[in-house]
């Protein structure tokens, strides 16, 4: 039984949202919707719980995402690989470019390791580095 009820994936065209709402996504489901990312028109990938409890994943272009949970809709915990230097990219994330703390930028293997065990059991996985956000984006 999985703890996500349902995966929303976001693909524009043109202006236009034409993504797909999953209700009860397996894992299938969510790991294709997650390697369909590109970081042009399908940047941002949602599993959520319910609406104060949800993972997005955003990005794709080069291999670099973003993954963000929160559990109350006001705190938020970011994936991190504290690898990366001090500095900011830029990356297309729900259709809008911005520029993103470097660190933030993590491969598709953390990524979907982080989704895998959110998906399953609803928690932040051990196994990788997390911090609270302060801000998500800085203009």
Same mark, same amino acid.
């Given at each position: ?5 349902? &995966?929303?994936?976001?693909?524009? /065209? @043109?202006?236009? =949202? ?13 790991? $294709?919707?997650?390697?369909?990312? =590109?970081?042009? =028109?399908? !940047? %941002?990938?949602?599993? $959520? $719980? ?7 994943? @955003?990005? @794709?272009?080069? @291999?670099?995402? /973003? /993954?963000?949970? !929160? ?6 915990? =970011? ?22 703390? $470097? ?5 598709? %293997?953390?990524?979907? %390791? ?12 051990? %196994? &990788? &580095? ?10």
């Amino acid at each position: 039984m999985m703890f996500v009820s349902n &995966l929303s994936i976001e693909k524009w /065209v @043109g202006n236009e =949202n034409q993504g797909d709402f999953i209700e009860k996504p397996n894992w299938s489901q969510i790991e $294709a919707a997650i390697r369909q990312l =590109n970081g042009k =028109n399908q !940047t %941002l990938v949602t599993l $959520a $719980a319910d609406d104060e409890t949800y993972m997005t994943i @955003g990005g @794709g272009s080069a @291999g670099k995402y /973003v /993954v963000s949970v !929160t559990f109350d809709n006001l705190d938020f915990y =970011n994936l991190v690989d504290l690898s990366k230097p001090e500095a900011t990219e830029k990356l297309v994330i729900g259709g809008q470019e911005g520029l993103y703390s $470097a660190k933030m930028s993590v491969d598709l %293997l953390r990524c979907l %390791l982080a989704a895998r065990t959110f998906s399953e059991s609803g928690k932040l996985d051990s %196994l &990788l &580095l997390w911090e609270e956000d302060k801000s998500l984006v800085t203009v």
